[in-house]
């Protein structure tokens, strides 16, 4: 079972389907080493406050595209949240997620920074 979206709708989808990446306004560098130092320090930074998050830890790459962290923040936001290394980019399947959630008009971040990650969560609330 797929998504049903009027011929517009689609139009749309399609028409904005390869650009680039949203920038979110947060300028900052990103952290040199392994992504999943990052992913640590992000998981960490939600426990530590409080905010239910979930990541797929089964070895194989999140299905469709799915990003690394859904992250639960108070007033009923939920955001979704893509980690990338240094020079990590967005796999084709991971864009194709991003850009229908953003049509959906969910929030989608790439985050290579936990600077970034911090600033992003503390916007939110």
Same mark, same amino acid.
């Given at each position: 079972? &797929? =998504?049903?979206? $009027?011929?517009? #709708?689609?139009? %749309?989808?399609l ?5 680039? !990446?949203i920038d979110y &306004? =947060?300028?900052? $560098?990103?952290? #040199?080493?392994? %992504? ?7 998981? !960490? ?8 998050y ?12 799915w ?20 020079k990590?980019?967005?796999r ?13 008009g969910?929030?989608?971040?790439k ?15």
């Amino acid at each position: 079972m &797929g =998504i049903r979206w $009027t011929q517009e #709708k689609l139009a %749309e989808y399609l028409n904005n389907f390869g650009k680039p !990446d949203i920038d979110y &306004g =947060i300028n900052d $560098t990103p952290d #040199k080493g392994r %992504e999943s130092k990052l992913q640590k320090r992000c998981e !960490d930074f939600c426990r530590r406050n409080g905010y239910p998050y979930f990541h797929d830890r089964s070895r194989k790459k999140n299905k469709a595209g799915w990003p690394d962290l859904t992250i639960c923040l108070p007033k009923g936001r939920t955001i979704f949240v893509e980690l990338k290394s240094e020079k990590g980019e967005l796999r084709k399947e991971q864009k194709k997620t991003q850009q229908m959630m953003i049509f959906l008009g969910h929030e989608f971040y790439k985050v290579q920074s936990y600077k970034k990650f911090v600033e992003i969560i503390r916007s939110k609330i």
